[in-house]
């Protein structure tokens, strides 16, 4: 019965302007005909953004809207953050990707939306650190690193 309340808290959620939800930007460079100079293109790839909050099938698997963000960045291949330390806004590219024949350049970045400032934090952490583990297992891994279990 809790598993269904969540859910239809989850479902209020999406219908309301709360969600937490990730949007994607690109920057694309594109050299001129002689290599010597260069055009920039910035823009949206994804402006109303995918939400993170999790499913039915995720509350029953105890996977957050922490697992949700950090599974996309990396389905996605974000690579670094936009700071080495942790600040409110803070948001995640992706390496450049080359276009062989017109030499084009694109990088994507992903800027998260609606996240409190303690997920984003959580999300920096399990980014920085490169875990593969639910948020709920990674407390526990860090905390056991910290007291050298």
């Known amino acids: 019965m809790k598993i269904l309340q969540t859910f239809e808290q989850h479902l209020n959620d999406k219908k309301n302007k709360n969600d937490k939800y990730i949007t994607t930007s690109y920057r694309k460079i594109i050299p001129d005909e002689n290599y010597i100079g260069f055009e920039e293109e910035n823009g949206w790839e994804d402006e109303e953004g995918e939400s993170m909050l999790p499913d039915e099938y995720d509350i029953e698997e105890g996977i957050t809207t922490i697992d949700n963000a950090y599974k996309f960045l990396k389905k996605n291949y974000a690579i670094e953050a936009s700071s080495s330390h942790f600040n409110k806004g803070i948001w ?19 800027h998260l939306n609606g996240f409190t400032e303690q997920e984003e934090e959580a999300i920096f952490n399990m980014f920085k650190d490169e875990t593969n583990l639910l948020y709920k297992d990674y407390l526990i891994w860090k905390k056991a690193q910290k007291y050298n279990i």
């Open 92 to 110: 995640y590219s992706t390496d450049e990707e080359d276009e062989f024949v017109s030499s084009e350049e694109t990088r994507y970045s992903f």
